[in-house]
């Protein structure tokens, strides 16, 4: 089985391998698609039984709880911790990483309603717990922040606690993969997320990327993974919306090809069209969480809260 990303030039599928402990990049300038294309990832490791986690700063996570016409049926039962369409309060962050590595549910923290200096509080806490708990993680997740500079930018601060939000990402970047804790960045500019971290994303997703500091930022990339990008950033100043280039040399395969991103399954909410986006409703979720008993599979577990758990078997959630 492989994500399934979208479709190239000649219609075949470009996809990456089942692996959430890796570490990826998408860049692309606002209205670009690249929050499209992460939450169809997300849906993509979902659907392939594997756990996500997300930090969400802007709060548009939500829409993978409801159908992408709005039928709450068809969303995916992901916890909501803070937020406009909060399951639950945001807790606090060394409780939220215990639960979230104990526990086989995907999970949305909701960080958009909090000031910037909570934001880089909690997100320093929260990744610095999840290296403490490095030894405990029985089952590898991907982590997916968007709108990563504001949590881990190449310069300037926010705020006092920013320093150590940058500090704690770039460790979770360079150590945790080690732990089976994987990280998908996501930015408008490469050149505004810290250049230590970003060199960390083995795989690199550019939808419209534009600015020359932007194009210099993925070149030094590209000399960090021994990628020739060449010419294909030209092809990239001028990409239309949903239009996308994967580079990953760790996987090989996909070097600069160009590919259309897949639709998604769930619901975009859209900044042009609120009170459409606050008419949806989202998939109902049981209030009990699950925990992963040592003697029981995980993928078992979460196939049972799909509704998709056959007898005998460790299901892939369709």
């Known amino acids: 089985m492989a994500l399934v990303l979208g479709n190239d030039l000649a219609g075949r599928s470009v996809t990456l391998?089942?692996?959430?402990?890796?570490?990826?990049?998408?860049?692309?300038?606002?209205?670009?698609?690249?929050?499209?294309?992460?939450?169809?990832?997300?849906?993509?490791?979902?659907?392939?039984?594997?756990?996500?986690?997300?930090?969400?700063?802007?709060?548009?996570?939500?829409?993978?709880?409801?159908?992408?016409?709005?039928?709450?049926?068809?969303?995916?039962?992901?916890?909501?911790?803070?937020?406009a369409r909060a399951d639950l309060q945001l807790q606090q962050p060394k409780k939220a990483a215990e639960e979230f590595i104990a526990g086989v549910e995907p999970a949305i923290f909701d960080l958009s309603m909090t000031s910037y200096e909570t934001m880089h509080w909690w997100c320093a806490e929260f990744c610095n717990r999840i290296g403490e708990l490095g030894s405990t993680i029985r089952q590898p997740f991907n982590l997916v922040v968007e709108e990563s500079p504001i949590f881990c930018p190449q310069v300037g601060s926010l705020s006092r606690f920013q320093?150590?939000?940058?500090?704690?990402?770039?460790?979770?970047?360079?150590?945790?993969?080690?732990?089976?804790?994987?990280?998908?960045?996501?930015?408008?500019?490469?050149?505004?997320?810290?250049?230590?971290?970003?060199?960390?994303?083995?795989?690199?997703?550019?939808?419209?990327?534009?600015?020359?500091?932007?194009?210099?930022?993925?070149?030094?990339?590209?000399?960090?993974?021994?990628?020739?990008?060449g010419k294909d950033l030209d092809s990239l100043a001028a990409s239309e919306p949903g239009?996308?280039?994967?580079?990953?040399?760790?996987?090989?395969?996909?070097?600069?090809?160009?590919?259309?991103?897949?639709?998604?399954?769930?619901?975009?909410?859209?900044?042009?069209?609120?009170?459409?986006?606050?008419?949806?409703?989202?998939?109902?979720?049981?209030?009990?969480?699950?925990?992963v008993p040592a003697h029981f599979s995980w993928k078992s577990i979460w196939g049972g809260l799909c509704g998709k758990q056959k007898q005998g078997s460790d299901p892939v959630v369709r």
């Open 17 to 83: 391998p089942v692996e959430p402990s890796e570490k990826i990049s998408i860049a692309g300038v606002s209205g670009s698609g690249k929050s499209f294309l992460a939450y169809r990832l997300c849906e993509e490791f979902v659907l392939a039984g594997q756990k996500v986690g997300i930090l969400d700063p802007v709060g548009i996570a939500w829409g993978l709880r409801s159908g992408f016409d709005g039928d709450p049926a068809k969303g995916f039962p992901i916890r909501i911790f803070g937020g």
């Open 163 to 229: 320093k150590s939000s940058r500090a704690a990402l770039c460790q979770y970047s360079r150590v945790y993969r080690n732990f089976g804790a994987g990280l998908t960045l996501l930015t408008q500019r490469a050149a505004a997320i810290d250049k230590n971290c970003f060199g960390q994303c083995s795989t690199f997703v550019g939808l419209r990327v534009a600015s020359k500091l932007d194009r210099k930022a993925l070149l030094e990339w590209s000399a960090v993974n021994g990628v020739d990008m």
């Open 243 to 291: 239009n996308a280039a994967i580079w990953s040399p760790v996987f090989g395969g996909q070097m600069g090809t160009r590919f259309k991103v897949a639709l998604r399954s769930t619901f975009h909410p859209s900044a042009r069209d609120l009170n459409g986006n606050r008419a949806v409703r989202l998939k109902e979720i049981s209030p009990v969480r699950v925990s």
